[in-house]
C-alpha cells in the first residue's frame, strides 16, 4: 500500500512539472509587445496573418545599455636609454618594456539580436514552428504590418 501511495504521489508531481500554458494573440497590432512575461520554454508557435508581416521574437528588451567604462590596453615595446659615463663615452641600452595605457569608453545603447525572424505570408495555412525554444528573461515580438494571430505553447523551465 506506502508503494503504491509512493507512485500515485510521484505520478503527481512529474504531471504537475510538464502542465502547459496557452497564450493566443487575436490580431496583434504594429509595434513591440511583450507577449508572456515570464522565463519559458516556447514548445510550439503558430501563426497566421492577413498582411505580408515580419515577425521578431526578442528575448527581453530590444536595445541594451552599456555603461561608461575604461579599457586598459597593454603592449610590449622597445625602450631606448642613453647613458654618457664619466669619461664621455655615450652608452645605449635597449631593453623591451611593458606599456600600459588607460582609455575612457562612452556609454552605449545597442539594438540586441532578435532570438527568431519569421516573414508570414497573407492568408495562408498557419505556420507552424515546433522546434523548442528557451527565453531566459521574457518575451517580447515586434511585427511591421499588423494582423497576426498566434498561438503560443509554452511551459515554464
Do not use: W
Not at 501511495?5 to 490580431?27: D, G, K, P, S
Not at 647613458?83 to 582609455?103: E, K, P, R
Amino acid at each position: 500500500m506506502k508503494k503504491l501511495l509512493t507512485l500515485i504521489f510521484t505520478m503527481a508531481l512529474f504531471t504537475e512539472c510538464l502542465v502547459a500554458e496557452i497564450y493566443v494573440t487575436n490580431n496583434m497590432a504594429t509595434g513591440l509587445r511583450t507577449v508572456v512575461n515570464e522565463a519559458i520554454v516556447l514548445s510550439s508557435l503558430q501563426i497566421t496573418g492577413t498582411t505580408n508581416v515580419l515577425l521578431r521574437f526578442y528575448d527581453g528588451a530590444i536595445t541594451n545599455v552599456t555603461g561608461a567604462y575604461s579599457n586598459v590596453t597593454i603592449y610590449a615595446t622597445n625602450r631606448i636609454t642613453t647613458f654618457v659615463g664619466v669619461n664621455g663615452i655615450t652608452n645605449n641600452f635597449t631593453n623591451t618594456v611593458l606599456y600600459s595605457v588607460i582609455a575612457a569608453v562612452a556609454a552605449a545603447t545597442n539594438n540586441t539580436t532578435p532570438i527568431l525572424v519569421l516573414n508570414i505570408g497573407a492568408n495562408v495555412a498557419p505556420f507552424t514552428f515546433d522546434t523548442p525554444l528557451i527565453f531566459t528573461k521574457y518575451v517580447n515580438v515586434s511585427n511591421d504590418q499588423g494582423g497576426v494571430t498566434m498561438v503560443l505553447n509554452y511551459h515554464q523551465p
